[in-house]
């Protein structure tokens, strides 16, 4: 073995650990016991090593303590020898590229150094140490403690999809054959390319079928010319095309399925043929190969014959008797497949409904003809279980289980799949009661999770339903934001005797010349345009009309000039339309335009007096702030408190409609939940679970979370802590991102994985690993974060082992897309440590915590996804904590020290700077 003689033989400066070694040949076990318990923290892992190395000159005894996550250590004062991690490798040896290739140290090893020479030690047969056996307990006194209730379980998943087993479901269908499961075995392995075990004699049967299909081919063919042209026809005809198709298919077992797969099973599958054929269908059923089974069974058609040229290359239209090659397996699919149908027409004429829906749902593989078979004659649960089992539409099942009177499984599958539309259109077809009704408990659903506005669109059709309709409008225009600027001009249409209130509501957001609502006038002009033509949505399209005018004038928004003149021409304004001035052509500055970077500083005596933990922009200018265990607020837009909500809140998930939120608030291990109504500004507590990772936002419904290695959809509406969807064994989940079409997550268990979902579908479009460049770095401190349209971003400090007394690191933020790196953004060179990060839409937000002007506080970053590169730095004095938020328009900014700032992402202005 090449001994590796490192060219420096100990680890300098300040690194990042991933752990100490202990070496009890220069220390006592005591004094390394005392070290060890006085740097334990929860995760830590303390192995005992002992002789475990590859040299019997290189023996190593002592005690090696594993940080959960990497600390930042001075080598110099170290209680013992630092170690860094390098994948699944500890050193305690910077060792060059070189020297690295040379050591090969495996996996699950420390490589240390000894005589000037590195080596390295096997950790597989190191033992964990026990560390209570460590602490004499003796003299402490035991009290007694009464418990504050179980830990919280995993949540429920509610109307999760329960494999469905037809033979054991149907009572009246034969159990299996005990056959069976070998022939399936066998058909399955020929169709991935090799034959099964005791096929043998391949040769003589294929020399047997060339033969007697070269006997059999002419009359064969001369019987399908006769039938083709209209020559004979009748029961002899059909009696006698019967025969030679069951003797082919004969032939066919005989030879060329006893070759691929054994003469035993082609032995089973003539038997089961047999079978159909004589009417004994209870015996065949028992046997039955599903079609699935033979699909694709000889992907390589073969010949019969030899392989001769074509006389020439014109098209015959139709040729009888053709010679070319026989795809065996689509000919005994295809016969079998007749053979079924002939079994399902016969049960069918004998009233045996359950048997007959077998063959189409397990045979045939007919899954929807058989849910549809099934409701015809009254098996109505039935159907829906074969529907949810064999994975049909979505809008299907919801309505199977609907019509089986399933309504509250039939509401969880349609609020998981987001497939209420669907299947109110398929009931509508046969049932319009059934319809109304679906129609009307997705109306509530939609309202119950705060989109009072998409409950309007599904309630409408329902006469019924109007007076409801015009309750869910007045919650939307009080929500404010784009939504409430345009039903504004929808509950006019619909309620023309509301014209005096409407009017006044339009006049107050008209009058109202604030940039950060120019956007709201631009939604409420297009909202009039589309409306009908009465004469008062005219009288309120004129004003609107002035009003875009004066904001185009201002800067304050981006007015279409098309649709700016549809909006004159619809308003019937002659005054206007003959005096109408060209829109400036001045336009708001994007931020992502702007050619340099802005920058804000926040002196250490500029701060509030409450420390904020979170803080959210709402849709109508007002601002919710986290105050941990203080509670929450809901500000006004010039900083007034208009509600206080007395629940602990240490982190905000906002709903999408910008009308109520979560608040979280950890508990040790566990983080407690409750529910904040900003309408009716009231606040419960919900529940407590282990969250590992969540998703910022959600859409008052669904809340998508990570935890305990598995991901989540929660039911925000449930009273539990209840899922309506789950996929187990994800991993760790890092971080979640999601909208209204897509959800992305993180896993860091194996490396770093993203996933992609698909919305509402819930399904899987990716699984991405994601590769980092460069070879020996090691991450000192790393944060993720991952956007809905499947950006990952990572903020860390990389140590490059040949340059391991680089002090201090540099720290970078990598932007990754599709799973490779497409942006590189160093923030500081100098001795930096991430504090937080964001990422969504176009954005991502860093905060890291520096050497200021006024001494060490926190800056941050806000980049420039499709540029890549920063648009804004703020420095907040003194600040250790700072909470980040991403908008698909504002950037939401918040300390402990009470500073509250809001930027808005279109033009760059500054639309909230408060001291709490």
């Keep these: 073995m090449k001994l590796v003689h490192p060219r420096k033989l100990a680890l300098r400066g300040v690194l990042e650990a991933a752990g100490i070694f202990f070496d009890l040949r220069w220390l006592a076990l005591g004094e390394a016991r005392q070290r060890i318990l006085s740097l334990w923290t929860p995760g830590a892992q303390v192995l005992r090593v002992l002789d475990n190395a590859q040299s019997a000159n290189a023996a190593l005894d002592g005690l090696l303590l594993r940080f959960p996550t990497a600390q930042r250590l001075d080598c110099a004062r170290a209680p013992g020898v630092p170690l860094l991690a390098k994948g699944d490798v500890l050193t305690a040896v910077p060792l060059t590229g070189d020297e690295w290739a040379a050591l090969a140290a495996p996996p699950r090893s420390l490589v240390w150094a000894q005589g000037g020479v590195a080596h390295w030690h096997s950790l597989h047969n190191a033992t964990a140490e026990a560390l209570e056996s460590w602490l004499d307990v003796s003299a402490i006194p035991v009290l007694e403690v009464a418990s504050l209730g179980a830990t919280p379980a995993r949540p429920q998943v509610l109307a999760e999809t329960v494999p469905l087993e037809l033979r054991e479901r149907l009572a009246n269908v034969p159990p299996a054959a005990a056959e069976m499961a070998d022939v399936v075995k066998a058909l399955r392995q020929a169709r991935e390319g090799g034959a099964a075990e005791g096929a043998g004699g391949r040769g003589w049967r294929t020399h047997l079928m060339t033969i007697l299909t070269a006997v059999l081919r002419p009359l064969m063919t001369k019987q399908s010319a006769q039938k083709s042209v209209g020559g004979q026809a009748g029961g ?294 589309k409306s009908g033509h009465t004469r008062e949505i005219q009288t309120l399209a004129r004003a609107t009309a002035r009003a875009l005018l004066r904001d185009a004038a201002a800067n304050n928004a981006h007015i279409n000039p098309a649709k700016f003149r549809e909006l004159v021409d619809f308003a019937a304004d002659g005054v206007l339309r003959t005096d109408l001035p060209s829109l400036p052509a001045g336009l708001p500055l994007p931020l992502q ?204 400090a990389y140590l490059n082992l040949d340059e391991y007394e680089t002090n201090p690191l540099p720290l970078q933020l990598q932007v990754f897309l599709n799973g490779g790196m497409w942006h590189q953004q160093t923030l500081s060179e100098d001795d930096a440590t991430p504090s937080a990060l964001v990422c969504g839409g176009d954005w991502a937000a860093s905060a890291v915590k520096m050497p200021l002007a006024e001494g060490y506080g926190t800056r941050v970053f806000l980049l420039d996804l499709n540029a890549g590169k920063v648009r804004a730095e703020i420095d907040l004095a003194r600040t250790e904590h700072a909470a980040l938020r991403l908008s698909p328009t504002a950037f939401t900014l918040a300390d402990e020290h009470g500073r509250l700032l809001v930027l808005d992402l279109t033009n760059g202005r500054w639309l909230r700077d408060l001291r709490l």
């Design 236 to 529: 002899e005809s059909d009696r006698r095309s019967d025969w030679w198709q069951r003797l082919r298919m004969r032939l066919l077992v005989f030879t060329r399925i006893a070759s691929l797969l054994g003469q035993r099973q082609a032995k089973y599958i003539r038997r089961m043929m047999e079978m159909f054929e004589s009417g004994d269908v209870d015996a065949a059923l028992r046997h039955a190969i599903p079609l699935s089974s033979m699909q694709d069974l000889e992907p390589k058609p073969h010949s019969f014959g030899a392989l001769s040229p074509r006389d020439g290359l014109s098209i015959t239209p139709q040729q009888v008797g053709a010679t070319s090659g026989l795809n065996f397996g689509e000919e005994l699919y295809e016969h079998l497949r007749r053979l079924y149908r002939a079994a399902f027409d016969r049960l069918v004429a004998q009233g045996r409904i359950e048997e007959a829906a077998f063959v189409l749902a397990e045979l045939l593989q007919a899954n929807e003809e058989a849910v549809s078979f099934l409701e015809r004659h009254g098996k109505l649960r039935l159907a829906a279980e074969i529907a949810e089992a064999r994975n049909l539409p979505p809008g299907l099942v919801v309505r199977q289980w609907f019509v089986a009177g399933e309504r509250e499984r039939a509401i969880q599958i349609a609020r998981r799949t987001g497939a209420f539309a669907d299947a109110v259109t398929r009931l509508e077809r046969g049932d319009a009661k059934q319809a109304e009704t679906l129609r009307l408990l997705w109306a509530d659903v939609l309202a119950s999770a705060g989109n009072y506005a998409a409950a309007v669109d599904a309630i409408w059709p329902v006469a019924e339903g109007r007076r409801l309709a015009a309750a869910w409008m007045e919650r939307v225009i009080e929500t404010g934001g784009a939504a409430g600027a345009r039903m504004l001009a929808r509950k006019l249409s619909a309620f023309p005797e509301s014209f005096a209130d409407v009017r006044a509501q339009v006049l107050a957001l008209l009058a109202d010349e604030r940039p950060e609502t120019a956007h709201l006038r631009v939604a409420l002009a297009d909202s009039l345009r």
């Design 593 to 796: 335009q702007h050619g340099g970077c802005l920058r804000l500083a926040l002196a250490a005596a500029d701060v509030g007096t409450q420390a904020i933990t979170d803080a959210a922009f709402l849709p109508a200018g007002r601002m919710l702030v986290a105050l941990g265990e203080a509670g929450a607020l809901l500000l006004s837009r010039d900083g007034q408190r208009l509600a206080h909500f007395d629940q602990p809140a240490q982190r905000l998930v906002l709903s999408d409609q910008g009308d109520r939120a979560l608040a979280l608030a950890p508990r040790g291990d566990v983080w407690r939940l409750a529910r904040l109504d900003l309408l009716t500004r009231t606040a419960t507590a919900w529940c407590e679970m282990r969250l590992d990772a969540w998703a910022p936002d959600y859409d008052g419904a669904l809340w998508f979370v990570g935890a305990d290695d598995d991901f989540y959809a929660l039911d925000a509406l449930s009273q539990r802590a209840d899922a309506l969807w789950r996929v187990p064994g994800v991993g760790h989940v890092e971080a979640v991102a999601r909208s209204t079409s897509k959800c992305c997550f993180l896993t860091t268990d194996w490396g770093i994985e993203q996933w992609e979902y698909e919305l509402p579908s819930l399904t899987l479009r990716q699984r991405l690993p994601i590769c980092f460049e460069g070879e020996h770095r090691i991450v000192r401190c790393a944060s993720l974060s991952v956007s809905a349209s499947g950006r990952m971003v990572d903020q860390s």
